[in-house]
């Protein structure tokens, strides 16, 4: 059973930067994408970065693009979400989730899910 465990949320004032971690524990697959996603309250979960497995492939939401950046280390199996320029409505629980298709496009690919890791952007 493959586990994520997400840390490194908490609160930042508007502008400011933020770096998330996602470890996988346990049983891991061979090779396979990782991404983020968030949650604000009351709104659906949304999709934020993902990479696959060789780094070479990542993709962005709109919403982040030239803000966020994605990156992993294989050897410790776990990724990292680096917030720079965080904005009131990037307020959210961001969770890890992993894609043993390694494709990293699809959320329904994505399953061991993370607890989850509160991030709050004040103005």
């Known amino acids: 059973q493959v586990q994520p465990v997400e840390t490194g949320g908490g609160l930042v004032q508007a502008g400011g930067s933020l770096r998330l971690s996602c470890a996988a524990s346990?049983?891991?697959?061979?090779?396979?994408?990782m991404g983020w996603f968030r949650q604000a309250p009351g709104k659906e979960r949304e999709f934020v970065a993902a990479?696959?497995?060789?780094?070479?492939?990542?993709y962005y939401a709109e919403s982040v693009k030239g803000r966020f950046t994605i990156s992993r280390d294989n050897a410790k199996n776990t990724i990292y979400l680096q917030m720079n320029s965080v904005k009131p409505e990037d307020t959210a629980v961001y969770y890890c989730?992993?894609?043993?298709?390694?494709?990293?496009?699809?959320?329904?690919?994505?399953?061991?899910w993370g607890q989850g890791t509160q991030v709050t952007v004040s103005s």
């Open positions: 990479m696959r497995w060789s780094g070479a492939i990542t």
């Open positions: 989730a992993i894609d043993p298709t390694d494709r990293g496009t699809a959320e329904l690919d994505f399953g061991s």
């Open positions: 346990g049983r891991t697959f061979r090779s396979y994408a």
